[in-house]
């Protein structure tokens, strides 16, 4: 979303807290999340009577309840579908959607693509931490096989999806990923992506201390590796050959952490301008006239 049009404020990162603390677990990687969000708000200079979250059902989902910032807690798997109606009814907002791994791509999943596709002009934060945490450890579609959680005594029947080529598969003109130990590197690709105009989405994964037991704090330090410096984020084909896991080499079953791809490209937004523009529009312009052009 770009914020170029928007009021700057000059606001520190504690000014965007709310007065609601933060309610997760001792040690919950999302913590860290957070407060790269308040940092790349901050660092944008993000009004936050501007700036509205909306979030689905999970631990992560309760984000925008801590973010001083017009909200809404929706359905779950539903966040995406409210905030593109937000961004389409006020392009002039900034928009953006939290939410974890099961809310995104379980019962969520039917949306994604299309906001991808679409190039929604909002930022997607997936919290990443391959569990369903709120609802006290199911199995989720980024949980490893070797997890033995409450739906799955005996460990996963399937492979977990990859975050990064499902998005890059429907050509989201932003994607990035980092890791909730890595606070300012968060904040960093938070911030590019709240600038970016376009659908902008940053998978970031996050330890569960609680009912994730194997994807620990240590484990993801040694999962991610930095994007490396001759990467070309603007090659899509790069992009996706960085975002698949290697079998062999010295990167061998970790995940980049950076920006992994980035184009400029036409919004939903300055889409259905141009249909707004072709039928004489204006402020109040007529929906039936549109629906009128668009038939053969």
Not at 4 to 27: F, H, I, R
Not at 170 to 189: D, W
């Amino acid at each position: 979303m770009s914020v170029a049009a928007l009021n700057k404020v000059e606001m520190t990162p504690k000014d965007y807290k709310s007065e609601v603390p933060p309610v997760w677990c001792p040690g919950c990687g999302h913590f860290g999340i957070l407060n790269g969000l308040y940092r790349a708000l901050s660092e944008l200079g993000v009004d936050p009577d501007n700036l509205v979250i909306t979030s689905g059902i999970g631990c992560s989902s309760r984000t925008p309840y801590f973010v001083d910032s017009y909200k809404m807690h929706t359905l779950h798997g539903r966040a995406g579908a409210v905030a593109t109606g937000t961004q389409l009814a006020n392009p002039d907002l900034a928009v953006m959607t939290v939410g974890g791994d099961g809310d995104g791509f379980s019962i969520g999943g039917g949306h994604m693509p299309h906001m991808a596709r679409k190039n929604i002009n909002m930022t997607y934060i997936l919290f990443d931490n391959g569990i369903y945490g709120l609802t006290k450890g199911q199995y989720s579609p980024t949980s490893r096989p070797e997890l033995k959680a409450y739906t799955t005594p005996y460990g996963g029947p399937e492979e977990p999806m990859n975050p990064l080529l499902y998005m890059l598969t429907y050509k989201a003109t932003y994607v990035a990923q980092a890791f909730a130990g890595k606070p300012r590197i968060c904040a960093e690709l938070i911030k590019q992506g709240i600038a970016h105009k376009g659908f902008s989405f940053i998978n970031i994964y996050s330890q569960c201390p609680t009912f994730n037991l194997i994807d620990t704090i240590q484990y993801y330090r040694d999962l991610v590796y930095e994007v490396p410096e001759d990467h070309d984020p603007s090659n899509r084909g790069a992009a996706i050959e960085l975002a698949r896991r290697k079998e062999t080499g010295p990167t061998a079953g970790k995940v980049p952490m950076g920006l992994i791809y980035q184009k400029e490209a036409p919004t939903l937004c300055d889409k259905m301008q141009e249909f707004v523009d072709n039928v004489g529009g204006t402020p109040d312009y007529d929906l039936n006239k549109i629906i009128d052009l668009s038939r053969p």
